[in-house]
């Protein structure tokens, strides 16, 4: 393919990124296409191609391989955009999908307007890493699951039942549950299940260890009962800079956790969340929030909002209430980490005249307690 050159304007690129092949298109500062083709997704073949071409704006879609090869294409002097694939409706709702039409659209959005791409910004290569630890200590944990569900229900079968307990518990309490016949079936799958244990159990010792060596700010975020090491660094990794955000409302759009719009007229209906942002992040608030509105939830604002929430007696009120405390535990706990202040949990509570009296002589800060609403 003969070097082209930019002749008065911006270039712009769009990659489809594949597994092992990628496809792109390359429009001069018309419009026009200068150059298409397909290139292998490495590392080598990529800097080959687009260390030969000149300064552009190059339109990637967010994925697998697209923190890596931003990376790369970024070090080659291009001006990288992530695109948002949820976001592509001309992408993935088109009648005539291919992957060298697709990297077409790519940089023909670019060309025109970078925001209709709805640009994502990736996490670092460390914090890429240390998220990874606790990537891979999740998938651990789900395997575990899997295989205790799998014994139970096996066991189910012969009419054995295994007693509630820890799931670090389970493989020693299920063994005497076992009948002879099933424990040739039986007994590698909890010999499976305790090395599991072990195996996370030095997870969580790395996890302890990142969060009180490498990063302190979660120190703020564990103040939160219901709040252990995993999220709150979970929390930091996904986010990596609380500047990011204007305010820390933000935040609950960003993971997804506020309801989607479809506003037409008069009509307004109260739609589900929209899943945005991470999945992981957003699951482990969820359990936060299980765990601040259960029985052993301690007794805060934000425990007291939420039960509010969910006395209103309309249908599935219940999990909306989750939802909701972990929508504004997701903004509490940006507030602890720009503010590094102490965490009362019971801010709003009721007070006495004396404790009145002597708060107005403090000067107030910023509150971190979010209104209702």
């Not at 092992?20 to 990529?46: H, I, N, P, Q, Y």
């Not at 697209?66 to 695109?83: D, F, L, N, Y």
């Not at 077409?104 to 998220?131: F, N, V």
């Not at 933000?250 to 997804?256: I, K, Q």
């Given at each position: 393919m003969a070097e082209n050159t930019n002749v008065g304007g911006v270039l712009t690129i769009g990659v489809d990124l594949g597994d092992e092949w990628s496809r792109f298109c390359r429009l001069d500062e018309r419009g026009d296409v200068m150059e298409e083709g397909r290139v292998k997704t490495t590392e080598a073949r990529l800097k080959e191609l687009f260390g030969r071409f000149t300064k552009s704006?190059?339109?990637?879609?967010?994925?697998?391989?697209?923190?890596?090869?931003?990376?790369?294409?970024?070090?080659?002097?291009?001006?990288?955009?992530?695109?948002?694939?949820?976001?592509?409706?001309?992408?993935?709702?088109?009648?005539?999908?291919?992957d060298r039409l697709d990297a077409?659209?790519?940089?023909?959005?670019?060309?025109?307007?970078?925001?209709?791409?709805?640009?994502?910004?990736?996490?670092?290569?460390?914090?890429?890493?240390?998220?990874?630890?606790l990537r891979a200590r999740g998938a651990l944990v789900e395997a575990r699951t899997k295989l205790v569900n799998a014994v139970r229900g096996m066991l189910k079968s012969f009419g054995k039942r295994?007693?509630?307990?820890?799931?670090?518990?389970?493989?020693?309490?299920?063994?005497?549950?076992?009948?002879?016949?099933?424990?040739?079936?039986?007994?590698?799958?909890?010999?499976?299940?305790?090395?599991?244990?072990?195996k996370i159990a030095a997870y969580d010792t790395t996890v302890d260890t990142l969060a009180q060596e490498k990063y302190p700010e979660t120190k703020a975020l564990?103040?939160?009962?219901?709040?252990?090491?995993?999220?709150?660094?979970?929390?930091?990794?996904?986010?990596?800079?609380?500047?990011?955000?204007?305010?820390?409302?933000?935040?609950?759009?960003?993971?997804?956790?506020?309801?989607?719009?479809?506003?037409?007229?008069?009509?307004?209906?109260?739609?589900?969340?929209?899943?945005?942002?991470?999945?992981?992040?957003?699951s482990l608030l969820v359990q936060s929030a299980q765990y601040i509105l259960g029985p052993f939830g301690p007794d805060t604002d934000l425990r007291r909002w939420g039960l509010k929430l969910a006395e209103r007696g309309a249908k599935n009120q219940k999990k909306r209430a989750v939802v909701a405390v972990a929508r504004k535990l997701a903004v509490l706990l940006h507030r602890?980490?720009?503010?590094?202040?102490?965490?009362?949990?019971?801010?709003?509570?009721?007070?006495?005249?004396?404790?009145?009296?002597?708060?107005?002589?403090?000067?107030?800060?910023?509150?971190?307690?979010?209104?209702?609403?």
């Amino acid at each position: 393919m003969a070097e082209n050159t930019n002749v008065g304007g911006v270039l712009t690129i769009g990659v489809d990124l594949g597994d092992e092949w990628s496809r792109f298109c390359r429009l001069d500062e018309r419009g026009d296409v200068m150059e298409e083709g397909r290139v292998k997704t490495t590392e080598a073949r990529l800097k080959e191609l687009f260390g030969r071409f000149t300064k552009s704006v190059v339109a990637i879609e967010t994925g697998t391989h697209s923190p890596w090869v931003e990376r790369v294409v970024s070090g080659c002097g291009h001006e990288v955009i992530v695109a948002n694939p949820r976001r592509l409706r001309l992408i993935y709702q088109s009648t005539n999908k291919t992957d060298r039409l697709d990297a077409e659209a790519l940089a023909r959005l670019a060309r025109m307007d970078r925001k209709l791409l709805y640009p994502i910004q990736h996490r670092g290569e460390e914090a890429q890493a240390d998220l990874s630890v606790l990537r891979a200590r999740g998938a651990l944990v789900e395997a575990r699951t899997k295989l205790v569900n799998a014994v139970r229900g096996m066991l189910k079968s012969f009419g054995k039942r295994v007693k509630k307990c820890s799931t670090e518990n389970f493989a020693e309490h299920a063994t005497d549950a076992v009948p002879e016949p099933m424990k040739a079936a039986i007994n590698p799958l909890l010999e499976t299940i305790t090395v599991l244990n072990q195996k996370i159990a030095a997870y969580d010792t790395t996890v302890d260890t990142l969060a009180q060596e490498k990063y302190p700010e979660t120190k703020a975020l564990r103040q939160i009962t219901g709040v252990g090491a995993v999220t709150s660094l979970t929390y930091v990794l996904t986010l990596e800079d609380p500047s990011r955000f204007r305010n820390s409302r933000s935040v609950g759009a960003f993971l997804g956790l506020t309801s989607r719009r479809s506003q037409s007229s008069g009509d307004d209906p109260e739609l589900r969340i929209t899943k945005a942002g991470d999945v992981k992040l957003r699951s482990l608030l969820v359990q936060s929030a299980q765990y601040i509105l259960g029985p052993f939830g301690p007794d805060t604002d934000l425990r007291r909002w939420g039960l509010k929430l969910a006395e209103r007696g309309a249908k599935n009120q219940k999990k909306r209430a989750v939802v909701a405390v972990a929508r504004k535990l997701a903004v509490l706990l940006h507030r602890l980490w720009v503010t590094l202040e102490d965490y009362e949990p019971l801010r709003n509570a009721p007070r006495t005249a004396d404790t009145q009296t002597a708060d107005t002589t403090k000067q107030k800060s910023e509150t971190y307690v979010l209104k209702e609403g």
